[in-house]
Nanobody, 121 residues
Framework: QVQLVESGGGLVQDGGSLRLSCAAS????????AGWFRQTPGEEREFVAAISRFGRITNYADSVRGRFTMSRDNAKSTVYLEMNSLKLSDTAVYYCTAGSFGLSPYHPNYWGQGTQVTVSS
């Protein structure tokens, strides 16, 4: 029903910033809550952030709260993750997701292919 393509990953210095984008296509994007997950090799997939259908509510993992900001632009069918004060522990593949069941809790139905974020010292 919806396809998701992440972009914006790359290499960044410890303490730096990076902005990820996720372009959605298919069904009307405002029908979906959206979120970001991340995964490091050998580790469990970790929730990062989620946003409600119209951007009025955002939820963040404790590990990123105050440093990362999620937003969305439904007119562009795009969601963003602004990452500031990046740490080595933020290194992961970041996945864009969409879900049709709101944020209570966030449970995505659809996943993008992922984009690599590497933070160096």
């Amino acid at each position: 029903q919806v396809q998701l393509v992440e972009s914006g990953g790359g290499l960044v210095q410890d303490g730096g910033s990076l902005r990820l984008s996720c372009a959605a296509s298919g069904e009307t994007f405002s029908n979906y809550a959206a979120g970001w997950f991340r995964q490091t090799p050998g580790e469990e997939r970790e929730f990062v952030a989620a946003i409600s259908r119209f951007g009025r509510i955002t939820n963040y993992a404790d590990s990123v709260r105050g440093r990362f900001t999620m937003s969305r632009d439904n007119a562009k069918s795009t969601v963003y993750l602004e990452m500031n004060s990046l740490k080595l522990s933020d290194t992961a593949v970041y996945y864009c997701t969409a879900g049709s069941f709101g944020l209570s809790p966030y449970h995505p139905n659809y996943w993008g292919q992922g984009t690599q974020v590497t933070v160096s010292s």
